[in-house]
């Protein structure tokens, strides 16, 4: 398999996790987003004061794209809630109530052998798998190769076979059932080259073909991997291996997507973990006991290069994969970049920690100021697509996005890594998805 262009091989962070997935005890108020993953977000289908099951349908979508929202829990329904200025709900507010029952949730196994995909597909949709399908849909026809994403190369984040340890059939069930719902002809699962006894697991368990990805980052980018695969053919389709292990829950054991199984690094955590978490979950309170003490944190919603920073309110979704928690650091610090530097990451190997082997650290400081492009390249060097972030952000900045568009702005995958390269501290990477939207607005019109 060809070696991907550019990219970049992340070293070990304080804070990854590693060890046995945890289960997070469930609590007894979660708030649902009507908006989870591919698709149209939902619209509430039940009322404050309504009895509620765990896995029944709450909200459905006003379109063939998308999947319902169920509850997480058995309880009632507190609160539709509307953000200031909205119209429409944006979530859900359900609360235990031992007071209040409710019918039991569907059923929505089947026997996918023998199920014709159609109607395979419509138990998986039911079931909420199409959120972690691209564009929101399960249907025949829509994929000629599956490939199944089993490789991990961002920052924080514990090789996959520890993720999925203990479920290596089921994934690869899970694969197969979701092949035949979207009229796959092929099934692959990329793993990474270093990952040898989860990649022998699957195989073990009868998946097809696994394919050796190298850990470079993003070198699990859905466009990357179907290049590698399959020739960045048109009809290949790429999951999470999430994914596949939602498509086994729903048609071997009848379960709705409610559970998350999430990666918790950074910094942050005194205790960093895998663990399987309710969606609807508030990031504060899955993480409470696991806080580093005395230390003031930010919550990322993914990982810290294209993440979201995010209050600890903000509440787990299904279509969630990690949780970076670094420490807040806003103090400036006079001739940064002259320190020794034994636990900061460079591309440059300028540090001293290029050469110990030492956990690096991560956290909220930018380690320097914002200077002028000093035209070093390595925003070239790194980009996995082969475009010139400095050109195109320069391109932007002066309003030329037509020049910026024929370079190929919209080949841009956001991996974030032109601005975690730069020495100059550039926002290259929201400069160049602000430019993309600019275009597709534009071409809305």
Request: charged letters at 20%.
């Amino acid at each position: 398999m060809a070696a991907l262009k550019g990219g970049y091989r992340f070293r070990l962070f304080e804070g990854t996790p590693e060890g046995t997935v945890a289960a997070h005890r469930v609590g007894g108020r979660v708030v649902v987003p009507l908006a989870q993953g591919e698709g149209y977000a939902a619209l509430p289908v039940v009322s404050p004061g309504d009895a509620v099951a765990a896995g029944q349908v709450i909200g459905t979508p006003p379109a063939q794209v998308g999947s319902p929202v169920h509850a997480p829990i058995d309880g009632v329904v507190r609160e539709l809630a509307v953000k200031a200025r909205a119209k429409q709900p944006w979530a859900i507010v359900i609360e235990r109530d031992a007071g209040k029952a409710a019918p039991p949730a569907p059923d929505t196994r089947c026997e996918w052998t023998a199920a014709a995909p159609e109607a395979l597909a419509e138990a998986l949709t039911h079931a909420g798998v199409a959120a972690l399908v691209p564009g929101g849909m399960i249907a025949p026809g829509l994929a000629r190769v599956l490939v199944a994403v089993c490789v991990h190369t961002a920052p924080l984040l514990p090789r996959a076979g520890a993720v999925y340890a203990g479920r290596e059939n089921d994934l690869v069930t899970g694969g197969r059932i979701l092949a035949k719902a979207l009229g796959a002809q092929e099934l692959c699962f990329a793993v990474g080259r270093r990952d040898r006894a989860f990649a022998a697991a699957l195989a073990g368990g009868g998946a097809p073909r696994v394919a050796a990805i190298d850990e470079v980052y993003p070198g699990e980018h859905p466009k990357l991997l179907a290049r590698a695969v399959a020739g960045g053919a048109a009809d290949v389709v790429c999951v999470s291996g999430r994914a596949a292990l939602a498509a086994y829950d729903a048609a071997v054991k009848g379960a709705a997507l409610i559970n998350v199984r999430l990666c918790l690094g950074g910094a942050g955590l005194a205790r960093p973990a895998i663990v399987d978490a309710r969606v609807g979950t508030p990031l504060g309170e899955l993480c409470a006991d696991r806080l580093a003490p005395g230390r003031e944190v930010r919550y990322v919603a993914g990982n810290f290069l294209t993440g979201v920073a995010v209050p600890p309110e903000h509440p787990v979704t299904r279509d969630l994969e990690c949780v970076s928690v670094l420490p807040e650091d806003r103090e400036r610090r006079f001739l940064e970049f002259m320190r020794p530097g034994a636990r900061k990451d460079s591309y440059g190997r300028t540090f001293l920690a290029a050469f110990l082997k030492r956990p690096l650290a991560g956290d909220t400081n930018l380690h320097g100021e914002l200077r002028p492009c000093i035209n070093c390249g390595w925003c070239e060097d790194v980009c996995p697509v082969g475009l010139m972030p400095d050109l195109l952000m320069k391109l932007l900045r002066i309003d030329q996005g037509e020049e910026a568009e024929a370079l190929a702005l919209m080949d841009c995958i956001e991996c974030g890594l032109c601005s975690y390269v730069c020495p100059s501290k550039l926002p290259l990477h929201e400069e160049l998805a602000r430019g993309k939207r600019a275009v597709r607005e534009e071409l809305a019109q």
